[in-house]
């Protein structure tokens, strides 16, 4: 069974690189602003609806950064293989989601929320100097941090 996932790279004009902090089912997670392709969803479609449901954030895709081109086994489900999908991304409009500082920095309201759902997020910037492949969890994420971090002028 294949997963496809499709994240944005925002890079703002400060040139700081945003990432989402979740904890999910007890891990904690840095990653690359995204979600799951639903059926009969295109790939720029799944990202625009990803940053409205997490970001309440209009988006523009540009370009495509990666695709995967390996095997990857999926940390959540051992049957499924991993393909995940990147593109850079533009906001149409400002950000109105809480930016934090410090990882994982979550709200109490958060932290009840998770206790029923398992899941909660939040975001923040990297600075370009800050950034690297150590600081995102996933495995093909770190793929394309390499990429994005030679790319930043």
């Known amino acids: 069974m294949f997963n496809i996932r499709v994240y944005g790279i925002l890079i703002n004009e400060n040139k700081q690189v945003l990432v989402s902090d979740e904890l999910i089912r007890g891990s904690y997670i840095t990653k690359f602003p995204g979600g799951g392709l639903e059926v009969g969803e ?3 479609d799944c990202l625009q609806r990803e940053f409205l449901e997490e970001m309440k954030l ?3 895709v540009g370009n495509h950064i ?3 081109d ?3 086994r999926s940390a959540f489900n051992r049957d499924h ?3 995940s999908i990147y593109y850079s991304v533009k906001p149409l409009e400002e950000i109105k989601v809480p930016l934090r500082i410090k990882p994982f920095d ?3 309201e958060q932290l ?3 206790e029923t759902n398992k899941e909660i997020e939040t975001f923040r910037f990297i600075n370009k100097n800050e950034f690297s492949d150590m600081c995102v ?3 093909i994420d770190k793929i394309v941090a390499n990429i994005i971090k030679h790319s930043i002028a």
């Open 81 to 83: 293989q991993i393909i």
């Open 106 to 108: 979550f709200d109490e």
């Open 66 to 68: 990666y695709t995967t």
């Open 70 to 72: 390996f095997y990857q």
């Open 137 to 139: 969890t996933l495995p």
């Open 58 to 60: 209009k988006i523009e």
């Open 112 to 114: 009840k929320f998770y």
């Open 42 to 44: 295109g790939t720029r």
